[in-house]
């Protein structure tokens, strides 16, 4: 298996993912000391990460949102009657 260091890893990072998708297994070490290993993803992860962004474009979310019932809830901490 092969190590390689993380300065030539950022250099050449496009060439080692498809290397790494091919199922060229390396690792990426700092200073010479092994931090990770990079290899494929098995056919259930890609399923699992197929599902990230499935109902793109089905739901929307007000611009609003962050203060939806932010007069009640200030009512309610302030104690005041409805």
């Given at each position: ?40 993803l ?10 990230l962004g ?29």
């Amino acid at each position: 298996m092969q190590t390689i260091n993380i300065h030539e890893a950022k250099t050449h990072l496009s060439r080692l993912v498809d290397d790494a998708a091919k199922g060229n297994v390396f690792i990426i070490a700092k200073a010479g000391k092994p931090m990770v290993k990079v290899m494929p993803l098995t056919e259930g992860e890609l399923k699992e990460a197929e599902k990230l962004g499935f109902m793109s474009g089905e739901i929307s979310v007000p611009d609003d949102f962050d203060s939806l019932g932010a007069t009640e809830i200030i009512r309610d901490f302030e104690g005041r009657p409805a």
